[in-house]
C-alpha cells in the first residue's frame, strides 16, 4: 500500500507501484526541501531526505507529521528558516535546510 512510514528508526515512502524509498535516521546525511508551481490542487511541498549510502526518501508536506518536523529541527545546525521559506513559495525551487558536518580530518584517521 501506497503511503509514508515515519517513526524512531527510519522514514520509509512506499510508491503506488511498490517501488520503496528509505533512509535511516542514522544515515541521514543532508535534507532539502523542494517546492514545485503545480498548486493549488496538488502537492507543492516536499521534504528530500538523503542519506550515507546515496538512498533517499521523498516525503510530501501533507504527509510530515508534527512528530516528523520536530525530529528534523532537532538536528543539529537545522535552517528552519528555509522551511519557511520553502512555505512561502509558490515557484519551483529548492532549499537546503541541513547537512551533516563532515568529521574533522583527526577524527576521519581513527
Same mark, same amino acid.
Given at each position: 500500500m501506497a503511503g509514508?512510514?515515519?517513526? *524512531?528508526?527510519?522514514v520509509r515512502r512506499t510508491l503506488d507501484n511498490g517501488?520503496?524509498?528509505?533512509?535511516?535516521?542514522? *544515515?541521514?546525511?543532508e535534507v532539502r526541501v523542494i517546492t514545485t508551481a503545480d498548486g493549488p490542487f496538488a502537492e507543492t511541498m516536499?521534504?528530500?531526505l538523503i542519506g550515507t549510502k546515496g538512498n533517499g526518501?521523498?516525503?510530501?508536506? %501533507?504527509?510530515a507529521d508534527p512528530a516528523f518536523l520536530v525530529r528534523?529541527?532537532?538536528?543539529?545546525?537545522? *535552517?528552519?528558516? %528555509?522551511?519557511?521559506?520553502a512555505i512561502r513559495s509558490a515557484m519551483d525551487?529548492?532549499? %537546503?535546510?541541513?547537512?551533516?558536518?563532515?568529521?574533522?580530518?583527526? *577524527?576521519?584517521?581513527?
Open positions: 509514508v512510514e515515519i517513526n *524512531d528508526m527510519f517501488r520503496i524509498e528509505e533512509v535511516m535516521w542514522h *544515515d541521514l546525511c516536499f521534504f528530500v526518501c521523498v516525503v510530501p508536506h %501533507s504527509a528534523l529541527r532537532s538536528l543539529p545546525g537545522f *535552517d528552519n528558516q %528555509s522551511v519557511n521559506q525551487r529548492q532549499f %537546503s535546510a541541513w547537512r551533516r558536518k563532515k568529521a574533522p580530518m583527526a *577524527d576521519q584517521a581513527r
